[in-house]
């Protein structure tokens, strides 16, 4: 479903703004309804004359389209003069674009003090010196949006370009800054380095390039940068051509040359030189904690690798808990193969509670079926036979006590639908060692192959109770994280009771742990009786989404996370809650019979169906319509205020199923910022439509004309027929929902 962005009652600067990128910038915010600051010194390419012209010229264009503007010539240099400007004309300035920039190119021995200063003064100080004067009113207001422009000189380099290149990439290191101070004021700060055909391109590009490379081209991803909703902050985008790509660092894992009391040799750096610059496995350091992470271990390493007694710092617990993410990250587990025939898919699927009960479960069970299908999660299984064959013990670096390991999180993506037998190798390698403070985790990557295809890919995260406090990082951006589901009641629902002997089915699938089926030695790890398996649960959840949003097909199944917090025991009811956002359905499963959530953080991403159109079939004898009803709920509390200037009405709805009313909607689209009420409404409707569940689902998907409905019967109104023309505004998207 698409809002559009609109900038209402925001106002924003935009530097250089007199032709180039900075014009197309300033026309598209004014069409969006921003108040618009355009600024323009003015003066030639490289930095000489002045002129009110092209700024002046631009605002003329913006109030032509029904927009707000203003014009200031003043240079970047004078910040407060531009930020003054919006304050006297707008009253106050939310978003600033620092765009204008000059170039003198030289090549390096030839440049100047002046070429390198003006360079400087105009790109780099003007882009501090303007933000800095809006930086306040943007802390007050809790609200900010910054753009700095960098280039692909600073970030590559560019012959003839050092000054350029030097200030250019400047302004990334006081973007990464500004994005840390800002960040709890609500200030994002982000770089773009956008290629577009302009005047300062034009004695470089050949023209053709120049003119196909537009500017309209760059200017979306600023917008969408400068909106309140868009949540990124210090990132660095490359743009030009309808592309965007996104950068960050990245860093070899390296090497440690140095040993306790004996001095550290450029021969020793010259000997590892190859490893320091080997780029395998190399890590992406997001920020300076964990730049300076990697440092306290290197010197715990370096201590211990010695034998002497470590400091009282971060070393004794490495020593103590023998977790060594520099030895232990990158490390690779024996390559493990998994032969498997349909017997394994049908038990594993009914290990995992589906039944011949259900209609739609048979082409799972069943190797007859016409459909016959191995369920996607299926694909944790030969991952786990690597892991138990491989011996994660005998991993260097990873010296723990094996009883203190627990099954914490699970990621599973497919890339291809997995066949019904098949002999699969799996590679499994240790992605990164966290320290959790309270333990360690351990993030280990399994990818598993037929022949030389991926077929799939899962991220075991594993914590080991106690083995923390070894000073290494607490975050990763290896990691596949858990993302909270959406604050509003469940979209759907589904329950299945598990059976006494389901864990003792599903471990047959290959995890033998006693855990899951001797009391005794369940009893020794402190629970009552044996506990499902944590996969199995998560087996449930997939299928109940793959039901309820996929009509079961497993082509449809793209990846799942989720995060175990609590044992179920066999026999209880699992209930999986379903949030649907686009093509990813947020999770969560309790217990039904005690309430507690068993997996948490969850989902499983989908792929389009293959009409484009998404399933949505009901809860067991519930609407389908519910799900529309529940968008729109969400529509009306990010634009109610909107939808209600646009409607000033209140709409009754009777759903109704086999001829009786089965449920009641009323959209309040009159009061306040608009409202949606489940149920009998006490109010006045203006208008109160009548429509069954089906036909209502063919209206808002675009298959059955409302108008036509109405003729045929299908749809009545009482009330103010008039006003079901507005409803178009409430439903036109759901065509696409
Ligand atoms: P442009 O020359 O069309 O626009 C720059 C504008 O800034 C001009 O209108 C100029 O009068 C104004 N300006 C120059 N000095 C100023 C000052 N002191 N105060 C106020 N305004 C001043 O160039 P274009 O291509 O639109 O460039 C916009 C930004 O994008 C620049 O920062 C440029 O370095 C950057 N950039 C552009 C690339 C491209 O492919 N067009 C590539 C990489 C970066």
């Known amino acids: 479903m698409s809002v559009p962005l609109v900038f209402d009652g925001k106002v924003v600067i935009v530097t250089g703004a007199g032709g180039g ?43 032509a389209k029904g927009g707000k503007a203003v014009a200031n010539y003043d240079s970047v240099e004078d910040g407060e003069k531009l930020i003054q400007t919006a304050l006297d004309a707008f009253g106050r300035i939310d978003i600033v674009v620092n765009n204008a920039g000059i170039l003198r190119d030289r090549s390096f021995g030839r440049t100047s003090d002046l070429d390198w200063d003006l360079i400087h003064r105009v790109h780099l100080r003007g882009s501090f010196m303007v933000t800095r004067a809006a930086w306040n009113h943007m802390k007050k207001q809790k609200f900010g949006r910054i753009i700095m422009t960098s280039s692909a000189a600073g970030i590559y380099g560019n012959f003839g370009q050092a000054n350029y290149s030097a200030a250019k990439l400047g302004l990334l290191g006081l973007a990464n800054t500004l994005a840390i101070e800002g960040q709890k004021y609500n200030i994002h700060c982000n770089t773009i380095a956008p290629t577009a055909g302009s005047r300062l391109t034009e004695t470089v590009m050949p023209p053709v390039l120049c003119e196909s490379l537009k500017a309209e081209y760059v200017a979306p991803l600023v917008l969408w940068l400068s909106h309140d909703q868009c949540q990124e902050n210090g990132g660095l985008f490359e743009v030009g051509a309808g592309w965007i790509g996104k ?34 496995n190399a890590t992406k350091p997001a920020n300076i904690n964990e730049s300076v992470a990697t440092l306290v271990e290197v010197l715990s390493r370096v201590e211990t690798d010695e034998g002497i007694a470590p400091n009282p710092t971060s070393a004794m617990a490495t020593a103590a808990s023998g977790i060594s993410p520099l030895e232990a990250v990158g490390q690779k587990l024996p390559e493990s193969t998994f ?23 048979l082409k799972f069970l069943y190797e007859g079926h016409e459909d016959f299908s191995c369920l996607p999660t299926f694909g944790v299984i030969p991952s786990q036979a690597a892991m138990m064959d491989g011996g994660l013990g005998s991993v260097p670096g990873l010296n723990f006590d094996f009883t ?79 993302v909270t589901h959406p604050n509003r009641t469940p979209d759907a629902v589904m329950t299945d009771t598990t059976t006494r002997d389901q864990a003792a089915l599903y471990r047959l699938s290959g995890d033998w742990n006693p855990l899951h089926i001797d009391p005794s030695f369940a009893a020794m790890g402190g629970f009552k009786s044996p506990i499902l398996h944590g996969l199995c649960s998560f087996g449930f959840a997939a299928r109940h989404v793959l039901k309820q949003y996929a009509n079961n097909d497993a082509s449809r199944f793209k990846s799942i996370k989720v995060r175990f917090v609590k044992p179920v025991l066999p026999g209880q009811s699992l209930q999986t809650e379903m949030w649907k956002e686009g093509n990813r359905i947020h999770i969560q499963c309790k217990v039904k019979e005690s309430g507690a959530v068993v997996l948490s953080g969850a989902y499983v991403d989908l792929h389009a169906a293959a009409d484009g159109s998404p399933q949505i079939l009901p809860e067991a004898g519930g609407l389908k319509s519910e799900l ?37 909607w009323t959209i309040d689209l009159k009061t306040g910022a608009g409202a949606l009420h489940k149920g009998p409404y006490s109010g006045k409707t203006d208008v109160t439509i009548t429509v069954s569940d089906g036909d209502f689902m063919e209206v808002v998907q675009g298959k059955l004309n409302p108008q036509k409905a109405f003729f045929a019967g299908k749809l009545k109104v009482r009330g103010n027929i008039m006003l079901s023309q507005k409803l178009e505004v409430i439903l036109k998207d759901y065509a696409k929902l």
Request: aromatic share 8%; hydrophobic share 35%; glycine share 12%.
């Open 21 to 63: 990128l900075g014009r197309e910038y300033a026309l598209a915010f004014g069409v969006r309804g921003a108040s618009v600051v355009v600024n323009d010194l003015g003066g030639d390419i490289k930095g000489g004359g002045k002129s009110s012209n092209a700024a002046d010229k631009v605002v003329e264009e913006i109030k």
């Open 247 to 280: 950068l960050r660092w990245e860093r070899s894992q390296g090497r440690i040359v140095r040993k306790k009391n004996q001095g550290m040799f450029p021969e020793t750096v010259r000997d590892q030189w190859d490893n320091i610059c080997d780029f395998t």
């Open 339 to 361: 032969s498997y025939s349909q017997t394994q898919c049908i038990l594993y699927a009914l290990g995992v509670g589906m039944s011949t009960k259900d209609d739609d479960h």
């Open 404 to 482: 203190r390991l627990l099954h914490g999180e699970q990621y599973l993506e497919l890339f291809k639908p997995l066949p019904t037998s098949g002999t699969l190798t799996s590679q499994a390698r240790i992605a990164d060692v966290l320290d959790k403070g309270s333990g360690a985790v351990i993030l280990l990557d399994v990818h598993t192959y037929s022949g030389k295809e991926l077929l799939c890919y899962n991220q075991y995260s594993l914590f080991i109770v106690g083995a923390g406090g070894f000073g290494g990082k607490r975050t990763s951006d290896k990691a596949m994280s858990t």
């Open 628 to 664: 529309v009803f529940a968008e729109i709920g969400r529509r009306i509390k990010d634009l109610g205020a909107e939808m209600v200037k646009k409607v000033n009405a209140v709409f009754g709805w009777e759903i109704t199923k086999g001829g009786d009313i089965a449920a009641q």
